[in-house]
């Protein structure tokens, strides 16, 4: 069954309208669907709706069958990853792959070292962009609660704005540092931060700078990972021990 996102604006006691132009363009003129045909309609708050399709206009107007609640039982964990945008293209694939893995916030961060260098209109186009990848792969991975994707932030206001996490981590490869099973065994933090660093690492002063903000710097093995599978591997293992 094919499923959509759809603002709790658009969802009344008995119906559903879609109205993004992407979207109704997508189910008349490349899925091909039609009226009377079953479709699963999500609001990004946790609901789902099974639904069937009513009228095919300019708007598309859906009738719901049953609305399946969404489950209120607090997250064991809140993960949040703030990663430095790497070069390419790649942070397109960290944020699929992090939603995929469960993360509930997402921030691509500037570091020192980040080579990548964005104005303020392509800043903007890209941030459309996360956001659109990210509601693709809640999509594809049936999760029916969206995850936030924050515009681009500068490491020192991320650090400032760090109070509101339990546990704060930064992966990074030199000096004193703990492993993630040792901190997270003893744990019960449920509100998490991690920092994951560029090409080049953190320098010693944004090192210095997280760790004197409460930051524990922590290894993630002795390899050096490159920055897509160092966020994907730090959202792995937490989602995978946290509270285990």
Same mark, same amino acid.
Request: proline content about 4%.
């Given at each position: 069954?094919? %499923? ?6 658009? !969802?009344?006691?008995? %119906?559903?309208?879609?109205?993004? +132009? ?5 189910? =008349?003129?490349?899925? =091909? #669907? ?55 293209? =790649? ?15 997402? !921030?691509?961060?500037?570091?020192? +070292? ?8 392509? &800043?903007?186009?890209?941030? &459309?962009?996360?956001?659109? !990848?990210?509601? $693709? ?8 609660? #969206? ?8 490491? =020192? ?6 109070? &509101? /996490? ?10 004193? +540092? ?14 998490? #931060? ?10 010693? +002063?944004?090192? $210095? #700078?997280?760790?004197?903000?409460? /930051? ?29």
């Amino acid at each position: 069954m094919h %499923k959509f996102f759809v603002p709790a604006a658009g !969802i009344l006691a008995d %119906k559903i309208i879609i109205e993004d +132009r992407e979207q109704t363009h997508h189910i =008349k003129n490349v899925l =091909k #669907l039609k009226v009377g045909e079953k479709v699963a309609v999500f609001d990004g708050s946790g609901n789902e709706y099974n639904c069937v399709i009513r009228e095919l206009k300019n708007k598309i107007y859906l009738n719901i069958e049953k609305k399946i609640p969404a489950d209120n039982s607090p997250e064991k964990v809140k993960l949040t990853i703030a990663c430095a945008i790497p070069k390419k293209a =790649k942070i397109d694939d960290i944020i699929d792959k992090l939603v995929q893995l469960g993360v509930s916030r997402i !921030i691509p961060l500037m570091t020192e +070292r980040v080579v990548v260098k964005l104005d303020k209109p392509k &800043e903007a186009l890209r941030y &459309e962009r996360w956001k659109k !990848i990210a509601l $693709s792969a809640a999509k594809q991975c049936k999760r029916n609660s #969206l995850v936030v994707i924050e515009p681009v932030k500068d490491f =020192k206001d991320l650090i400032k704005q760090s109070r &509101e /996490f339990d546990l704060k981590l930064i992966p990074h490869l030199l000096g004193d +540092r703990q492993s993630l099973k040792e901190i997270l065994a003893g744990s019960e933090a449920s509100n998490i #931060l991690v920092l994951i660093g560029p090409e080049g690492d953190f320098s010693e +002063r944004e090192v $210095s #700078l997280a760790i004197a903000a409460g /930051f524990i710097p922590v290894t993630l093995g002795d390899l050096v990972l490159r920055v897509d599978t160092a966020a994907i591997a730090a959202a792995s293992f937490i989602r995978l021990y946290a509270h285990h």
